[in-house]
Structure formats: structure tokens, C-alpha cells
């Protein structure tokens, strides 16, 4: 098993910036695929961002192309979420996830979830 704890997350004024942590622990001797999610209120979770294990392949929903950058250190195995422009709509809680297949986490099916941070950007 897998365990993910984010971390990083807070209140920031519309325009800021902030950097989510995610550290996986257990069973990390695999070589997993990672990414983000958010959920805001009332909505469905959807996919931010991926990033490869082999190949730093990355990934984005258009919706945070050009303001957000997903990044890993593998040897922390942590991976990280800048986000830069942030807008009030970018509100909700962030979930790292780990997968092994790469279309997995792009599926929103990945194996394991953390147990997310609150980010919140006010107007």
C-alpha cells in the first residue's frame, strides 16, 4: 500500500501563488505515475495535472496550462503542484494520486489517493 499525504495548501489572494506537496511512503519501490485532482463544492472531481515516473511526461487540463507545473523528486518521492495566477475558481480541495498506468490517473482511476489540502483564493 501506498500512503500519500499533501501538504502546502492555504488562503491566497487571487493572483498568488502557492506550491502543494505530495509524499508517498509504503510500497514506494514501485515506479508509480502521479498527479493531482480537485474537487470544489457541489462539482465532481477532475484531473489537474500527471506527471510520469520514466520520462517526466506531464499532463494538464486546459484549465491550468500556463499558470500551474507539476513536478516530482524522486529520490523525496514527493511530488509537487506549482500554481501561479491562481484564480478564485481554482478553489477546492487538491488530492495527490498514484498510479502505475499512466491512463489510469488521466482516467481518474488511479490506486491510491491522499486525503487532500484546501485551497483557497479569494476575489
Known amino acids: 500500500q501506498v500512503q500519500l499525504v499533501e501538504s502546502g495548501g492555504g488562503l491566497v489572494q487571487a493572483g498568488g501563488s502557492l506550491r502543494l506537496s505530495c509524499t508517498a511512503s509504503?510500497?514506494?519501490?514501485?515506479?508509480?505515475?502521479m498527479g493531482w485532482f480537485r474537487q470544489a463544492p457541489g462539482k465532481e472531481r477532475e484531473f489537474v495535472a500527471v506527471?510520469?515516473?520514466?520520462?517526466?511526461?506531464?499532463s494538464y487540463t486546459d484549465s491550468v496550462k500556463g499558470r500551474f507545473t507539476i513536478s516530482r523528486d524522486n529520490a523525496k518521492n514527493t511530488v509537487y503542484l506549482q500554481m501561479t495566477s491562481l484564480k478564485p475558481e481554482d478553489t477546492a480541495v487538491y488530492y495527490c494520486?498514484?498510479?502505475?498506468?499512466?491512463?489510469?490517473?488521466?482516467?481518474?482511476?488511479?490506486?491510491?489517493w491522499g486525503q487532500g489540502t484546501q485551497v483557497t483564493v479569494s476575489s
Open positions: 506527471i510520469s515516473w520514466t520520462t517526466r511526461t506531464t
Open positions: 509504503g510500497g514506494t519501490d514501485g515506479a508509480y505515475h
Open positions: 494520486a498514484a498510479a502505475r498506468q499512466f491512463s489510469s490517473i488521466q482516467a481518474k482511476n488511479p490506486e491510491f
